[in-house]
């Protein structure tokens, strides 16, 4: 995808936000940092919105620090280094596209990492209500089971706090009868992000 | 659930528009019917609008006669005479509901019913975007598939027809962040009664 | 995968045998014949295993020409003439290997071809009894159903006929515990043969 | 796997009954244990064997208090209590059997148990290589991921420890191919026990 102008300019917004937890400075604080990975697929830059709020709200809970990345930048020590890893694609088919699953494919195969107690979530888009988004987040989920992660999702509570559930991961309809990603779609991204990454704090507790 | 007076007033509206179809008259013509069956599990009444969407779409094909019921009327007798069956639930914990897995687990344990080579479809309603709903759609394919049912989704295109799929099945989207059944969720649903319906059709045709 | 010599003498004697049915000679006789293409991704043999008994059986339906290829080497054309379509994987982090993906995402964006009503069915092989073999069979045909097919899996039934039912699709395990595809595998391969066949040759009856 | 005497021993301690393990003894020591709840459906007695497999596992890892119980004995305390659920169950048409699911349904909706953070794991049994175990095992980790649970697999490795990966769950083929429960099958079955049982101490972590 070429990077869209409107997109760069939320992603310095972030990147500015983001910033001050990321491990920069290394005079900042005595509290160690856990690394949270968000890395995505994205053609038509809906993934990618999606892809920024999560990364957005994982970066605000305290002690975390965010590396927000295409699935081809993704390294191999930023894999290592990561205690969270939250996926995104849109749905290809009904499935992760093609281009996405030969890239991560070779995460322990060829890079050999070791995803041992990671934990990690998912999201997603696509047309339609029943057009394969939430199969591509359960296939997903199933990759980061396979190489030991330990998965979740978002949190959801209704107004009064009497229903409380998750879900599958975080989803935005985007095809022809809704073509954009909306705030409720921002919000269940933002609510995956802050998930994680509190189960990524939590699962490196001393 | 009640059955709620404004829902009854659409469904005799409906069994009067799907009456010419049914195979009430012999004398009418020499074609024989294919039978379909829509088959739902509903306590809010969501499902149940899906399901008369389904119904109505499935009756309207030539040739179709089409039974509605909820899963606990469905004889042996409705089950065995259908040419095509279309299941509904609402996601219940992501997954079909218990109170309606306990009535189709029967239908080949014990009623004894020979599904081979019937045609199936499936709806289902849910709350969130990914809290559940594809996964019922998938399970209740898998079920029909298990029992030797030949499955498939309803058909899409947009507007220029320049692009064409089909999806998993029909849902709608029913939590709090969008409560009701709405218009492009009921054309899924006509779309899948249709699809249903003309497949039952090709798969009798002598 | 390099072309294994004795698995190349298999594939030719298997087409001998399915010759018969192919649509070779045009005076032959009067009865179209219905062509079901067998598409595989296989780098170890073993899927290519559960293929080649899936084109053997497929073959020997009547009125059946079966073509057998990998992913890589199909062609517009033998999607566009095939009725039925079996396409099989092994589990690449329980889901469809990105090699394969990246193949047959194209098969309807770029190739343009239209999959409406043609039928479909999956076989997988993978280590472990929950390595991801049914997730990767449910992933191939949600991208069937989601490409407008009609799907469905081999029939089983026990000795004394009491007992019938259906499978999701093939599976043979073939990791560290149980690392070769054994008769039982064969044998689901050949009931997904057969009954893929069969279906194709009863959507195109006339 | 080879059967490994002390497991035997262990084993058999276990169907003498789970006790030992139980946190009976109040002055054994002064470290706070974990409780983890196996609880499963189980007609054929097939299901059962892995749940005893997979509790006796869970009960090894030091800190930990096992409850072993069929669904349908499960009460609100012990779910309350426990910190790891791992759910089993038989594939029915390759879903989760509706006996089981009416009485789960009720966990959150009536018993109003918070599951949230616990630890998930799912086991299942079914014939047939792709006669729907995985879909079960799937089913039944979005159950718990929809309650607000974290889930995970048992872990693996080949014998030179190159090769370590986890599955989806443990499951056994039971069906008239295989109808027996095997000794690779219970390994799974204490993978995964051994594995939720870790999650829940790390999870618990002060």
């Given at each position: 995808?070429?990077?869209?102008?409107?997109?760069?300019?939320?992603?310095?917004?972030?990147?500015?936000?983001?910033?001050?937890?990321?491990?920069?400075?290394?005079?900042?604080?005595?509290?160690?940092?856990?690394?949270?990975?968000?890395?995505?697929?994205?053609?038509?830059?809906?993934?990618?919105?999606?892809?920024?709020?999560?990364?957005?709200?994982?970066?605000?809970?305290?002690?975390?620090?965010?590396?927000?990345?295409?699935?081809g930048e993704v390294t191999q020590r930023d894999l290592?280094?990561?205690?969270?890893?939250?996926?995104?694609?849109?749905?290809?088919?009904?499935?992760?596209?093609?281009?996405?699953?030969?890239?991560?494919?070779?995460?322990?195969?060829?890079?050999?990492?070791?995803?041992?107690?990671?934990?990690?979530?998912?999201?997603?888009?696509?047309?339609?209500?029943?057009?394969?988004?939430?199969?591509?987040?359960?296939?997903?989920?199933?990759?980061?089971?396979?190489?030991?992660?330990?998965?979740?999702?978002?949190?959801?509570?209704?107004?009064?706090?009497?229903?409380?559930?998750?879900?599958?991961?975080?989803?935005?309809?985007?095809?022809?009868?809704?073509?954009?990603?909306?705030?409720?779609?921002?919000?269940?991204?933002?609510?995956?992000?802050?998930?994680?990454?509190?189960?990524?704090?939590?699962?490196?507790?001393?």
């Open positions: 995808m070429r990077y869209r102008p409107h997109l760069r300019i939320v992603f310095l917004a972030l990147a500015s936000f983001v910033a001050p937890t990321r491990p920069v400075s290394g005079d900042e604080t005595a509290s160690p940092s856990v690394s949270v990975l968000v890395a995505y697929y994205s053609r038509t830059g809906n993934t990618e919105q999606m892809a920024l709020a999560v990364a957005e709200a994982a970066g605000r809970v305290p002690g975390v620090a965010v590396s927000l990345k295409k699935v290592q280094s990561a205690r969270g890893i939250i996926l995104g694609a849109p749905a290809y088919y009904a499935n992760i596209p093609g281009a996405m699953k030969v890239v991560i494919d070779d995460w322990s195969w060829k890079m050999k990492v070791d995803f041992t107690d990671k934990v990690g979530g998912a999201f997603a888009t696509g047309g339609g209500q029943a057009g394969g988004k939430e199969h591509v987040l359960v296939s997903l989920l199933l990759f980061m089971i396979n190489n030991r992660m330990v998965v979740a999702g978002p949190l959801f509570e209704d107004e009064q706090g009497d229903d409380k559930w998750a879900e599958i991961g975080a989803a935005a309809m985007t095809g022809p009868l809704d073509p954009k990603v909306g705030p409720g779609e921002l919000d269940a991204a933002r609510r995956l992000g802050n998930r994680i990454a509190r189960l990524a704090m939590k699962m490196n507790a001393r």
